[in-house]
């Protein structure tokens, strides 16, 4: 069971990065949309490292 969170948030994690990329190489990339997912893949990469 943990095995299969800490999958499905390394995934989140995955996207987050996808997303944070694609953004970032629009024309006009939205500063505060990037903040937000930056925030929340902080916030991912503390609670994967706190269960591993």
């Given at each position: ?17 996808s ?26 990469k ?6 591993r």
């Open positions: 069971m943990v095995d299969a969170h800490l999958a499905a948030l390394s995934e989140k994690h995955a996207n987050l990065e997303q944070i990329d694609q953004e970032v190489h629009r024309p006009l990339p939205d500063e505060t949309l990037i903040a937000q997912w930056k925030k929340e893949k902080l916030r991912l503390e609670v994967i490292s706190g269960i």
